[in-house]
């Protein structure tokens, strides 16, 4: 009579990431339209220019980059006594930038929080590309089905039985277990911090990439 087990596999890898998407804001509000929406679109002039001296598909350090459209709108606001102020007036514009070259990627944001009043890093998307994601993802559903392997057998050479053969293998949850939170995720996170006003320091944490499947296996 066969002796069924049902495991479930789990492997993690982490890896540097290969690129950095710059998210950038240049903004500026003022008490009349044209003055301000002037500023912001001779402020995106001088960032795109300097964007187009670094980009190259091929071989960077700016592989791609890309403006949102340029957004303006007025409001009214209220005083600390409940008084409506006169109206102000904004502009603003989105960019991202993909950066190959990290060290370029500081020097670039550095360079025009210094130059350039309206800009504003809102973060940097860390990642790979997409080759590298895709060898990395197959690495670690192959190391998640061997250890779910070698799960099995430990049961079965705890119960005394032979070797052990797979008869099912499916995603985590496909088997009729729940999967856990937040297992097959591959997601990646971005540590910055500031060290004085002229010194910017961007500090890629490793992408992880996560794999768990749910298998059976019997022994005879």
Not at 99 to 121: P, Q
Not at 139 to 156: L, N, S
Not at 196 to 211: C, K, M
Request: aromatic content about 8%.
């Amino acid at each position: 009579m066969a002796t069924e087990f049902t495991v479930r596999g789990r492997f993690t890898a982490f890896q540097a990431p290969e690129r950095g998407t710059a998210r950038v804001t240049l903004a500026y509000e003022g008490p009349a339209p044209q003055p301000v929406y002037d500023r912001l679109a001779r402020d995106l002039d001088t960032v795109k220019a300097a964007l187009g001296d670094l980009h190259d598909p091929e071989r960077g350090p700016v592989t791609w980059w890309a403006t949102q459209q340029v957004r303006t709108w007025a409001q009214r606001p209220w005083n600390q006594d409940g008084k409506r102020l006169p109206l102000v007036h904004h502009a603003a514009v989105g960019l991202q930038a993909k950066f190959r070259d990290f060290g370029r990627l500081t020097a670039w944001v550095g360079a025009l929080v210094g130059s350039v009043e309206g800009f504003r890093l809102d973060g940097v998307d860390w990642a790979l590309t997409e080759q590298r994601r895709a060898e990395l993802e197959r690495d670690v559903r192959t190391r998640a089905v061997r250890d779910a392997a070698r799960r099995a057998q430990h049961y079965a050479d705890a119960l005394g039985l032979g070797p052990v053969r797979p008869v099912a293998i499916a995603d985590a949850g496909m088997l009729g277990a729940p999967p856990v939170a937040g297992g097959g995720a591959a997601y990646a996170r971005m540590a910055a911090h500031e060290s004085g006003a002229a010194e910017l320091a961007l500090v890629p944490e490793d992408i992880e990439v996560s794999a768990e499947v749910d298998a059976r296996f019997v022994a005879d």
